[in-house]
C-alpha cells in the first residue's frame, strides 16, 4: 500500500501524509512523473486554497495558476492512474463551495465544482474508485483525515462516485431556507 499526498500544503494535508509521501500544488507534469513513479494505491488530491473572494476580484493569471495547481493537477493524476491500469483509491479534499457556490467565494467555488466533476467523471474509471470530500472552513484537519482515511481504506471498497459534506450541516440548512423562500 502507497499513500501520495498531492495538493495545496496545510494542516490537512499534513494530517493525510503522516508518513506518506506529499508533493505540494505541483505542476500537470509534474504529477504525471510523480504518479508513474510512486505508482501510488492510494491517493490523496487536498485542494483547499485560501478564501480569494468572487470571480471578478482575481487576476486572470492568476485563477489559471490555481486551476493548474487544483483542477488541472487532479485530472492529470487521474489521467496518468489510467494509463497505467492503477488499482488505486482516491480522495478529492476540496471546499464544500463545489455543490452549493458560495459567490462571496466564488474562485473556491469554481474549484470545488470542478473537481466535484473530475470525480463524477473518474469514478467511471476501470480500476480506480474515486471521491470528494466537501469541506467547510471550520471543519478539524483531524476529523478531515479520519474520513478520507476511511475512503481510502479497503473497509469502503464499494464506495465510489460518492460526495460527503463535511460542513455540520450548513449546505442543509442553506437548501432548506431557499426551499422554503421558494415556497412563499
Known amino acids: 500500500m502507497t499513500r501520495l499526498v498531492i495538493g495545496t500544503h496545510g494542516a490537512v494535508a499534513q494530517a493525510l501524509a503522516d508518513g506518506a509521501r506529499f508533493a505540494s500544488s505541483p505542476a500537470r507534469t509534474t504529477v504525471r512523473e510523480i504518479v508513474r513513479r510512486d505508482r501510488p494505491t492510494e491517493l490523496a488530491i487536498v485542494a483547499l486554497p485560501p478564501s480569494l473572494g468572487p470571480l471578478g476580484a482575481l487576476e486572470t493569471s492568476e485563477l489559471e495558476r490555481l486551476l493548474g495547481e487544483t483542477l488541472t493537477a487532479a485530472a492529470a493524476a487521474l489521467q496518468t492512474l489510467s494509463e497505467l491500469e492503477l488499482s488505486t483509491r482516491v480522495v478529492i479534499v476540496c471546499p464544500t463551495g463545489g455543490l452549493i457556490p458560495d459567490h462571496s467565494d466564488g474562485v473556491r467555488s469554481l474549484i470545488a465544482a470542478g473537481l466535484v466533476m473530475l470525480m463524477e467523471v473518474a469514478s467511471t474509471l476501470p480500476g480506480i474508485a474515486v471521491n470528494a470530500i ?4 471550520a471543519t478539524a484537519p483531524a476529523e ?4 478520507a482515511n476511511l475512503m481510502l481504506g479497503t473497509s469502503a471498497e464499494s464506495i465510489n462516485g460518492t460526495t460527503i459534506r463535511m460542513d455540520g450541516g450548513h449546505d442543509a440548512v442553506l437548501a432548506a431556507e431557499t426551499r422554503t423562500e421558494e415556497l412563499n
Open 134 to 137: 466537501l469541506v467547510a472552513d
Open 144 to 147: 478531515v483525515a479520519t474520513v
